[in-house]
């Protein structure tokens, strides 16, 4: 019986989880998930006030660690991005730049169409 409630609470903890990342840019309270999963576990396991309070603490911090974990390798992906055009518009042409600002802008234009249809995520 203990197994099966562990394993409710793991995939509780899955599925908020992936919801979240399939959420993508939408902010997500770190306050509000570790309450959420704290309350999904009582549920599951009729904790006592104390267990709440420190698994809440718990879930907290983790939120906020893969929150801050986010926003650094966000950060450093723009940084990467900006490094690598500037690098490239050095190299190309100025009728060349104009022809490849061009042609990025045609594909994300497809890009968001293709989103729109649902194309690119496993739904035709």
């Known amino acids: 019986m203990k197994k099966l409630i562990m394993i409710c ?54 939120a906020i660690s893969r929150k801050e974990s986010r926003e650094a390798e966000r950060e450093e992906i723009k940084a990467a991005r900006e490094a690598h055009q500037q690098k490239l518009e050095a190299i190309l042409t100025p009728e060349q730049k104009e022809k490849w600002d061009a042609e990025k802008k045609e594909a994300g234009k497809k890009m968001r169409e293709n989103r729109k249809k649902g194309r690119g995520n496993g739904e035709e």
Do not use: C, S, W, Y
């Open 9 to 62: 609470a793991l995939v509780a903890a899955t599925v908020v989880h992936v919801q979240a990342q399939r959420q993508g840019d939408r902010e997500i309270n770190p306050e509000k998930m570790a309450e959420r999963m704290t309350q999904r576990m009582d549920e599951k396991l009729d904790l006592t006030e104390e267990q709440e309070e420190q698994i809440n603490a718990l879930f907290l911090e983790q």
